[in-house]
Each structure stands twice: as C-alpha cells, then as structure tokens.
Nanobody
Framework: QVQLVESGGGLVQPGGSLRLSCAAS????????MAWYRQAPGKQRELVAG???????NYADSVKGRFTISRDNAKNTVYLQMNSLKPEDTAVYYC?????????????WGQGTQVTVSS
C-alpha cells in the first residue's frame, strides 16, 4: 500500500512562493493519477491540482496560472509549486491518489502540510 508524506509548507507573505513535495513509498507513483488537495479551517477539503500518469494537468479555477503540479517519477515524488500566494490559499495541503476523473480518492489521508499566507 502506498504511503504518502507531504512536506514543504510554512508561513509566507502574500505574493510569495512555496514548493510542496509529496514523497511516496510502497508503490510506484508513475502509473497513477496524483493530486493535491487542501482544507481550510471550517471548509471542506477541495481538489487543488491533479496530474495523470501521462502528464495531463488539471487545476482548480482559484489557482490556475499561479500553481503548477509536476512529478518526478525517478524520485517517486509529486510537487506543487505555488506562486503569487494569497491569504485565501491558507490551508492544510494533502496529496493523494484519485481516480482518473478525480471523483474517487483511493488512498488514506496523511497529516498534510500547513501553508499559511499572512503578512
């Protein structure tokens, strides 16, 4: 069973950047669609960005043009580059393995990594 560990979060000022990492063990990520999700206080968890095994990407409207999802199959890691961060991006960010249509999540949720955007 794949184990996913998120890292790279932190406190950043509005307009700043962060790169999140999702490292996997126990399985090879390259054959799966992978995605980043986030959950802000008092809100439901939402899909932020996804990438298929073929490299096709998908983004929430709120992050298009600012966030970039990528994968390094050699390192079995998925990344989320976040630029031009806004206070409303503050949330705990998680990675997981969804179905190819993003309707179902197959993995267990990890602890996530906290991103706080504040001046």
């Amino acid at each position: 069973q794949v184990q996913l560990v998120e890292s790279g979060g932190g406190l950043v000022q509005p307009g700043g950047s962060l790169r999140l990492s999702c490292a996997a063990s126990g399985s090879t990520l390259s054959i799966y669609t992978m995605a980043w999700y986030r959950q802000a206080p008092g809100k439901q968890r939402e899909l932020v960005a996804g990438i298929t095994s073929g490299g096709t990407t998908n983004y929430a409207d709120s992050v298009k043009g600012r966030f970039t999802i990528s994968r390094d199959n050699a390192k079995n890691t998925v990344y989320l580059q976040m630029n031009s961060l806004k206070p409303e991006d503050t949330a705990v960010y998680y990675c997981n393995r969804p179905s190819s249509d993003y309707q179902i999540v197959f993995g267990s949720w990890g602890q996530g990594t906290q991103v706080t955007v504040s001046s």
